[in-house]
């Protein structure tokens, strides 16, 4: 062995004393099961480090975002976001309304069932603009022949979009799909069971938005498919309930279940217009059961028992992760969980995979109004915008129909007239005709306890199709009657130009009970009309109040959230009184107002697209 020091002498002795009594080491030895355990466990050691080597490889070439939409293409977003990680493509898919002029055909197409019947899809690429963002769009009969999108909050147009939408996404080699503002994009209960090698991301706007909650017998024939068609055909109280449904408004006696399905699918929302006004307790009836029965076949399917289907619980249930718009309404959520209809389990089961995410808003340039202006030249190019408003909307312009036709886009019904030579603040509201949702209730109460004290002011309402509803209708009859607001208001029913609104306008009134996803007041404050909103959601985010901080203060907001008020129509009445004091008694302080509301920045900041490629990154 040679010289040896005394330590590494005394080491060799201790060893072989150790292993004087072992057996002799051999070739046997390898046939041990302590070896075969070792090899194992290096075996699992390198496949491990093997497969986060490859999991690091697949994460640096995420590259592909699929990202699905029901509206206009996210172009700020995506813009935002490929300036920030160039290295990475995001095509939109969002669904054809109309002809296809103009579109190039692809050679994808499909067929799927949906509402009872086959169809077939095409899908259709969008001309590249100058953003040089990917669009395609899907047409299909099933929902292309919509009026317009608004009528996909109709679960009909809605779930036969989703299911093209989740075929196109399984033949798209994407990395992860974003779905903006689409419920239960994942909740193909009825679909092939498949496993979605994409992640899920989905940005949700509310969760508890009553508009979005159908009853189970009409979603069930909406998203189900010829499996769990067949499989309710073949229930014998369906069966009962479907024939006598038939059978009272048709009297025909051959006939076979699938007909009379289809039959009651054709006229649902008119049988349903009778049981609302209780006139038919036969119908009314015969629709419970089959309600009743459909929760009972498919209990899984409604959750808590509920006799109202909420999308929005299958979406956050299916997706991989999901983000709401607005921090204050995600607090809201993480502590009343339990009285957002039933959503507490999925809350606390998503755990770390839910969150809130930032809506950036970019304003292009001054564009469709009379007078430009900027910070510097606002205080008197603003008042110019305002006269020219006043003076196209007098009695005299409307009734000649000579007010200005680049103020409207198409055909606009307008009801009173303003006062030219009548100086006050100018309030304007715009609202779609939802009463409730977007609180037109509490800015009526308002305006009208602000004409009953005599205030001076000047209104604007912009409510599209509005007339057609009685409480609105019943509002305007009131304003023309009363001989005393004439000049002081105006109503138009149409779609407006407005930039050129908003240039001109004094303020804005925002009492929505539900504004989670809203971007009104970013546009509003860009052309420095001042928002006075109800302090909840993503007005709580956003808007600073002038009372709280003179130097960054953008706008007026309620003392507390409307919605946990027991009188929010004195709550917001005391914030309007509040602004219009302001306007009268500190018109120095005012315009600084306006400065801050015009240097806002609304747009999507590095912060926020961060925010948004993290999520991307954990999900991969």
Known sequence: MGNMDPITQEIEDGLGELFSDSIEISDDYSARPDFRYEIKTRYRYYRKLFSSYIRTLLQKNFTQILYITLFEPPTDFILSFKKQYPDKEIIVLSPIIGDTNGLIKTSISFDFFSQNHNHTAHVYKYPKTDSNITVYGIFSNAFSNAKSKEYFNDIKCLSAYLKCARIFAKKYNCDIVHCEKIPFYLGAEFETLWKHPKKVFQTIEDISRDSDMYEPFWAFINIANKKGIKRICKDKIIQKCIASLFQKNIDDKSYNIKECLDFIYDNYLNFRLTIDKNEEV?????????????????????????????????????????????????????????????????????????????????????????????????????????????????????????????????????????????????????????????????????????????????????????????????????????????????????????????????????????????????????????????????????IIDIFDNISTGCGFKTDINLNLSDDPNSVFLKTLFKALNFYVDNHSSYNILIENCMKYNSDWTFKIIEKYNNIYESLI
């Open 282 to 542: 036969t119908e009314n009836t015969l629709f419970e059961r089959l309600n009743a029965r459909i929760l009972k076949l498919y209990p899984n399917l409604f959750p808590n028992g509920s006799k109202m289907y909420n999308p929005n619980y299958y979406t956050m249930q299916k997706a991989d992760y999901w983000a709401v718009f607005s921090k204050e309404y995600y607090k809201t959520i993480q502590n009343n969980s339990p009285s957002l209809s039933g959503f507490e389990n999925i809350i606390q089961k998503s755990g770390q995979n839910n969150n809130y995410v930032h809506y950036g808003y970019s304003t292009p340039a001054q564009s469709n109004i009379r007078f430009n202006f900027n910070t510097d030249n606002f205080r008197t190019q603003r008042k110019e915008n305002k006269k020219y408003l006043i003076k196209e909307l007098t009695q005299d312009r409307i009734a000649t129909k000579f007010t200005d036709n680049k103020l409207f886009d198409g055909e606009c019904n307008i009801h009173g007239y303003l006062d030219s030579f009548y100086e006050a603040p100018l309030l304007f509201c715009t609202f779609s005709p939802n009463v409730n949702e977007n609180g037109i209730d509490i800015a009526i109460y308002s305006i009208l306890k602000l004409f009953e004290r005599n205030k001076n002011i000047q209104v604007i309402f912009n409510i599209p199709n509005g007339y057609k509803n009685s409480y609105i209708k019943s509002f305007i009859d009131f304003c023309e009657s009363t001989k005393g607001l004439s000049g002081r208001w105006v109503f138009l029913d149409g779609i407006i130009n407005l930039p050129q609104f908003l240039a001109s306008a004094d303020m804005i009134l925002l009492p929505a009970r539900k504004n989670v996803g809203d971007t009104l007041h970013f546009e509003a404050m860009k052309y420095g009309c001042i928002p006075i909103c109800n302090n909840s959601g993503i007005y709580s985010d956003t």
